[in-house]
């Protein structure tokens, strides 16, 4: 036998994915691979982050069985292409490639491929057309199947596809018990790494949908180590989208923000193309929480264009730019799919949907004066809590029932109700919402009279927006203590940063050369590598400016890193693929003071000059920068004096040998 094939298979034993298809494909070079080398192949490409080479694999492999009529084997293959092509968003090709599974299946003695088939049939009931009793009842049957054919994979994911039907349905405490049961399979090692992928994702979604928020944490972090260390790709994204949802909740909107670009990134990689949309819209939750609106808004539609229905964010960014009648009807038309019986099948929403939801409602109602319907909603959330007996729910109808008592004149009970409600919040670790809920508290109190307490109850919600950055909400806050005169966030607070501007050289002339569709989808490439590398080395994204960034780092020696990595990939991509922009980075560390999301003050100012003076493919360095970072490992040139405009005395400013 081929010493490279061996070697490939080895490097499969070993979880070494690299070596493992580079040895598959020299293999596959210089003879025919039997099926199994095939789908070991295929393994090593899709964890290696090579998608479309793990699609070929598959396809090969399903002929190879077909053709040597191990119907089984062919079997197994078909279910696995069927479900990529559905996580692709390829529902034509997931149905073929279902229909031949069928076909192949009629007639033929019950097997372990009839399990399958069945489980295919649930997850198509489920996720396709939201039919959750013939949904419940294809589980059942797949789990019957697997149990008496000795398929551990069809057996917990049947149980955790269950499990989570039954929590849409309302039977919370069973579908739990299930996918809880389902999850110990994948803990134990007893799956396959895919199928323990998906047991691990669905677990995580379904504890972030009941608001257990500290569950949810717990499994996304136990899935991030097993995925890491099984040198797993792709599904590390799904577990990002996670954890950048709780990040924001818990109120660090910039690793939020971060964690969700990333995300993105990888799952259009691998072609999971059904939870980009939920990476996208984290990050315009995260913008519209720090006051971005125009931003928020790019990111909520991305998420739409892939399928993402962006509420209740959207309408809420309505409602902050003033459109309360826009806002209203946004939100009702999400709510109508869930309160119609008569809706298309697969279009009905369920509670724990419209819990996320009606909290908007109540608000966008109240902020049109429309308080039957703030009434219905807040009805609906309390007899949600009390069906699924969650803190978050609790105390988020209680939020929404002191918003309807402060809107009727009632200042007494709204008091009552929002003092309870900022506790309960606070008991979750939910900052944000707390907050909200003082401040609504500190209006109560104000409007009752009592202006001590009140001032007290604004002042603690103020200072809770400051420290997160929600800049609407700090001027809210302002406009009702009376403080109108602008003042900067944290009063006069200053940070130390490293500041990078980039901008893309010539970037008129190329629009010219190239032409506009090309361009945009060079934009979109170029954004895309640059907020992977931003990430990666733990930067902020302050602004897209366009064809450049703004990004602030805690650390400048991160800076330079990512200064240095973005002008390597740059000229990768030209190397490889013969075109990629052109672009000039420019570092500067300086005082700035933090508004919000974004930084002001002169040292903002000096790196932008900075930026400007570079040539293209350059990193020009301020001094002050190149001391914070310290010993860097790349060379660096003489300092040289330059005057830049509209900033009094001359800088000091290196280039970095990056190549």
Same mark, same amino acid.
């Given at each position: ?45 899709? +964890?290696? =982050? %090579? ?24 079997? =197994? ?68 199947? /697997? ?52 047991? @691990? ?5 379904? @504890?972030?949908?009941?608001?257990? %928020?500290?569950? /949810? ?26 954890? /950048? ?7 660090? @909107? ?22 980009? =949309? ?143 409600? +900022? ?8 900052? @944000? ?15 009752? =009279? ?131 922009? +052109? ?77």
């Amino acid at each position: 036998m081929d010493d490279t094939l061996l070697a490939g298979r080895d490097a499969v034993e070993r979880l070494a994915w690299n070596e493992a298809r580079e040895a598959f494909s020299e293999a596959d070079h210089d003879q025919i691979l039997t099926p199994s080398d095939l789908q070991l192949f295929a393994d090593a490409a899709w +964890w290696s =982050g %090579y998608p479309d080479e793990a699609v070929d694999a598959l396809q090969r492999a399903y002929t190879g069985y077909a053709e040597a009529a191990d119907k089984t084997a062919a079997v =197994g293959v078909a279910v696995t292409l069927a479900y990529l092509a559905f996580r692709r968003m390829a529902v034509s090709v997931g149905a073929g490639w279902m229909a031949k599974v069928e076909r192949m299946l009629e007639g033929e003695p019950e097997s372990g491929g009839h399990a399958w088939l069945h489980l295919l049939r649930m997850a198509e009931a489920l996720l396709l057309r939201g039919n959750l009793d013939d949904a419940i009842a294809r589980g059942d049957e797949a789990i019957d199947l /697997a149990l008496r054919h000795g398929v551990p994979e069809v057996h917990s994911l049947a149980m955790s596809f269950k499990g989570v039907a039954l929590l849409t349905k309302g039977d919370w405490q069973e579908g739990m018990a299930l996918i809880d049961e389902a999850t110990a399979a994948a803990v134990s090692g007893e799956l396959d790494l895919r199928a323990a992928c998906e047991v @691990y994702t669905n677990t995580i979604a379904a @504890y972030g949908n009941l608001a257990d %928020y500290r569950r /949810a944490g717990e499994w996304t972090e136990e899935a991030d180590r097993w995925m890491h260390r099984h040198s797993l790709g792709g599904y590390p994204g799904v577990c990002r989208v996670h954890r /950048a949802e709780l990040k924001r909740l818990r109120g660090s @909107y910039a690793e939020a923000e971060r964690e969700a670009r990333v995300a993105s990134e990888e799952l259009e990689r691998y072609q999971l193309l059904d939870s980009v =949309g939920f990476a996208h819209y984290e990050v315009g939750e995260v913008r519209l929480h720090m006051g971005d609106l125009d931003a928020a808004e790019r990111a909520f539609m991305r998420a739409y264009e892939y399928g993402r229905d962006s509420q209740p964010g959207l309408a809420l960014l309505m409602l902050a730019r003033g459109d309360a009648d826009a806002a209203g009807k946004a939100i009702a038309a999400s709510l109508a799919r869930g309160a119609d019986p008569e809706a298309e099948e697969g279009s009905t929403m369920n509670a724990l949907g419209r819990a996320r939801l009606l909290p908007a409602q109540v608000t966008i109602a109240l902020a049109g004066d429309d308080v039957e319907t703030a009434l219905a909603a807040t009805e609906e959330l309390d007899r949600i809590a009390a069906d699924y007996e969650r803190t978050a729910f609790e105390a988020a109808a209680s939020t929404a029932r002191g918003e309807v008592e402060l809107h009727e004149g009632r200042f007494a009970e709204a008091a009552t109700v929002l003092d309870k409600a +900022w506790r309960l919040w606070r008991e979750i670790e939910l900052p @944000y919402e707390s907050a909200r809920a003082r401040l609504l508290l500190g209006q109560a109190k104000a409007a009752a =009279g009592d202006e001590t307490t009140a001032r007290m109850e604004l002042g603690a919600a103020r200072s809770t927006f400051e420290r997160l950055g929600a800049v609407l909400d700090v001027r809210k806050v302002d406009e009702l203590l009376g403080e109108d005169a602008p003042r900067p966030a944290g009063n006069g607070r200053r940070v130390i940063k490293t500041f990078m501007f980039t901008d893309i050289v010539t970037s008129t002339d190329l629009v010219g050369l190239i032409g506009d569709d090309a361009w945009e989808d060079l934009l979109r490439w170029h954004d895309r590598a640059l907020r992977s590398t931003f990430a990666k080395h733990r930067g902020q994204e302050v602004r897209h400016t366009g064809d450049g960034f703004f990004v602030a780092f805690d650390e400048a020696s991160d800076a330079v890193e990512a200064a240095v990595a973005i002008q390597r990939r740059l000229a990768a991509q030209r190397h490889e693929h013969g075109f990629a922009p +052109w672009i000039r980075i420019g570092l500067h560390t300086a005082e700035a003071t933090p508004q919000g999301s974004d930084y002001s003050g002169q040292g903002v100012h000096v790196a932008a000059r900075v930026g400007d003076i570079g040539e293209r493919e350059q990193i020009v360095v301020s001094s002050d920068a190149l001391k914070e970072a310290g010993a860097i490992r790349f060379p660096v040139s003489e300092p040289r004096s330059v005057t830049l405009k509209g900033i009094e005395g001359p800088v000091d400013v290196h280039t970095i040998d990056w190549q």
